[in-house]
């Protein structure tokens, strides 16, 4: 059997060695993907742009005002004169956030009452403004307890009582300073990854179905399982060059840390490949042409795994009977295992569920494959 | 240029069309999918941020916060622990997100004139979520520590404002900050982008690969007349596309349409020549539909992730923020939000319209002549 399965495999690299097509997207693929996104795609806000209507014109608002020129959140662009003009900068999408310093501001604070501030937001990015929204009312809110404590002191007596009721201290771990890309690369390996072996196998046996020599493979003595086998074998060894070239990248060349171990992530890579190739595989038995082999992969695995893997839009927040869906979605299981080591740094003690699903899923999912393959054979 | 023989053409193309099922999928099957995929799942909006709770101080004071956190929308206590080993393992395991950790002494340190402990952990690597759900946790933690400065100084005989500065955010466009506000006037645009190139770069490549083209070549049609009878049925599945996704995101998901339906219609085929040229191109330099697949998806890939469908362009670095100048589908997208979320008219969209326009022209030109060259 062995010698068999060796000789199919053999078969199928000359073919991939023949078509340049198939190593350019083997290899230029990933790695333009990894570069692209790596430095376009970011969901960290910063510079968002900004206008102040300063009604007040004081040496105390223009502290205010320094309070979010001085942060690397906000860039003030325009200092418009009037509050319309304000509005028709929000409509031309040239501002996302404006704040009015209403004339009283300087009175108000310097008095201790209260003085109104008001921002106005560009809500239709929903992500954004609500990050923004945050920004806005910390830098305001330490503005106003800064005061607030300047404005008790002048009261008198007040040294014995400590203004500071909370030590709050907020602490983001894995990710200390919020950055995005150390969540969105990770995703993106395993988003090129599913793609590339998906797109891949779907497309090897409609290759044969296509050109005829299917029949060939069909009258050998191959048993369907020993050919299916031989089929993926090539592309687990593609793909695993893939697998170290973006991790490389990911972590050397955009400095993301590994803080878990390398052979682990590996080693789990490989039973997230079997899925993938796996379901590639189901696809290819599925389809009768190339065309139905890609729609089908771009509909039944691309589209899912994007939307329900967690890979940016967070499954807690999905409504209950997509993430129930999400379940079986192979990419998702990778998702943990691969940001866990990545981030987290954790092991097997804490990954073997995700790698226990992503097992399950494999032998699932290339036995069904060996099994329609039989009956379309027969 | 004669009518009869485009209309002839135009026909020949719809009939095609119709018989073969799978174009008829690709009309119908990819706007409902994505519609509910997009209208459904992506939201970032933060909410049920799973919470876990260390409570080492059990007293009135930390069971008061606790309160306050249970009852925010936004937070969810998974699970209440008694060691911060259990939080670590917790986290690690990603079971929870977030979790406080209310020290010993808290309500005594509250109580008497010293600052209580309180620590908050959040789960940063989704680095938005955490920023979000930090903002949630210290809004609550705030307020909680306000009234207690209350409290505090009313016990000394002061009763002073707290918060001199009082913040008052303003959302305009999409008050509830509901993400599929944002999301469906996006898929319009996507679609339509991959709709329109990917049908008519298919429907020439098939007759390329049937060898019908060069009949075509040889009747009196000329290649304008071929193109525009060619092109016109992608036009129409463009249009009832659109059509059928505003209407399923404004009467399904409730997105509001503030703008003139007319104007968006107006502007949705400036929007289509540069697709249809892309098209176009991409049949030129394919010789199978498996090559147009394949030539397609590579260039629409990077075009939706640029295109600011999801990420933000005004955070890219400046080198790709340049290149999206040259995406079209970039002014589309800021239109149609203008139009949906904003209810503009053509004089704030102006800026948006005049660069499609150019795109559209040279990009659809160009084709064009490389088609006219190409045949002749």
């Given amino acids: ?378 | 240029m004669k009518q009869s023989r485009i209309f002839y053409m135009m026909r020949k193309e719809f009939i095609q069309m119709m018989r073969d099922k799978r174009v008829i999928f690709l009309i119908f099957i990819p706007p409902l999918i994505q519609l509910i995929m997009f209208g459904y799942v992506a939201t970032t909006d933060v909410r049920h941020i799973s919470l876990a709770v260390l409570d080492e101080d059990h007293s009135v004071m930390s069971r008061a916060l606790i309160e306050d956190f249970r009852g925010s929308p936004n937070f969810d206590i998974k699970v209440t622990v008694t060691s911060k080993r259990e939080i670590r393992d917790l986290l690690d395991g990603g079971r929870v997100v977030a979790a406080i950790d209310i020290g010993r002494g808290f309500e005594r340190k509250i109580l008497r004139n010293e600052s209580a402990p309180l620590q908050v952990i959040l789960d940063g690597a989704d680095s938005n979520f955490a920023t979000i759900a930090g903002g949630y946790a210290s809004v609550i933690v705030s307020k909680f520590s306000n009234d207690r400065l209350k409290e505090r100084l009313a016990r000394q005989g002061i009763n002073a404002e707290i918060s001199p500065l009082e913040m008052k955010p303003r959302i305009w466009f999409n008050e509830e900050l509901k993400s599929v506000n944002y999301m469906v006037p996006g898929i319009v645009g996507m679609l339509m982008a991959i709709g329109t190139m990917m049908l008519s770069a298919l429907g020439i490549v098939k007759e390329k690969e049937h060898g019908t083209l060069e009949q075509l070549i040889v009747t009196p049609l000329t290649p304008a007349e071929l193109l525009i009878g060619k092109m016109a049925p992608y036009v129409v599945t463009s249009l009832i596309q659109v059509l059928l996704i505003v209407g399923f995101g404004v009467f399904w998901f409730r997105v509001p349409f503030r703008g003139d339906f007319f104007l968006l219609l107006s502007l949705v085929p400036l929007f289509l020549l540069p697709s249809l040229g892309l098209g176009l191109f991409i049949s030129l330099i394919s010789s199978s539909q498996y090559q147009a697949f394949l030539t397609g998806f590579l260039v629409l890939q990077p075009t939706i992730m640029l295109s600011g469908f999801i990420f933000p362009i005004r955070n890219m670095p400046p080198v790709i923020q340049f290149a999206t100048y040259f995406l079209p589908i970039r002014y589309f997208l800021e239109i149609i939000r203008g139009i949906f979320l904003k209810g503009v008219g053509i004089e704030y969209l102006w800026p948006q319209v005049w660069p499609l326009m150019i795109l559209g022209i040279l990009i659809f030109g160009l084709a064009v002549s490389r088609f006219k060259k190409k045949i002749s």
């Fill in chain 1, 1 to 378: 059997m062995r010698n068999r399965v060796i000789a199919v495999a053999n078969k199928e690299f000359i073919h991939i060695r023949r078509d340049p097509r198939t190593l350019l997207i083997v290899v230029l693929i990933p790695v333009l993907m990894i570069m692209l996104y790596g430095y376009a795609l970011t969901l960290d806000v910063n510079h968002i742009a900004t206008a102040v209507v300063d009604f007040d014109k004081t040496q105390i608002s223009r502290d205010f005002i320094s309070k979010f020129s001085n942060s690397r959140y906000f860039d003030i662009d325009f200092y418009p004169e009037r509050v319309s003009d304000l509005k028709s900068l929000i409509d031309l999408g040239r501002v996302s956030v404006g704040i009015v310093i209403p004339p009283d501001f300087s009175k108000k604070i310097t008095s201790g009452r209260p003085a109104d501030v008001q921002a106005l937001l560009d809500g239709s990015n929903s992500n954004t403004a609500a990050i923004t929204q945050s920004y806005v009312n910390i830098i305001s809110s330490q503005y106003g307890l800064a005061k607030a404590s300047e404005s008790l002191a002048k009261i008198g007596p007040l040294k014995n009582v400590n203004l500071n009721v909370i030590k709050y201290d907020p602490r983001f771990w894995y990710n200390p300073e919020l950055k995005s890309i150390n969540f969105l690369i990770p995703g993106q390996i395993c988003i090129i990854l599913m793609m590339l072996s998906t797109l891949l196998t779907s497309l090897s046996i409609v290759g044969e179905k296509e050109s005829g020599t299917i029949e060939g493979l069909v009258v050998s003595p191959i048993r369907t399982r020993e050919l299916v086998l031989g089929k993926i074998i090539p592309y687990i060894i593609l793909d695993f060059f893939d697998i170290v070239l973006v991790i490389a990248l990911g972590s050397l060349w955009f400095g993301v840390p590994i803080r878990g171990s390398l052979i682990l992530l590996f080693a789990l890579s490989f039973l997230f490949l079997f899925s993938a190739l796996g379901l590639g595989l189901l696809v290819s038995t599925v389809a009768r042409n190339a065309q139905e082999a890609y729609m089908m992969s771009t509909f039944s695995t691309m589209l899912p795994t994007i939307m329900l893997s967690g890979y940016v839009f967070p499954i807690s927040s999905m409504p209950v009977a997509l993430q129930v869906l999400s379940n079986v979605i192979p990419a998702k299981y990778f998702l943990i295992i691969i940001r866990g080591i990545f981030l987290k740094g954790v092991g097997l003690s804490t990954l073997w569920p995700s790698a226990l699903a992503l097992f399950i899923f494999g032998v699932l999912m290339v036995t069904l494959s060996v099994s329609r393959f039989k009956k379309r054979l027969t």
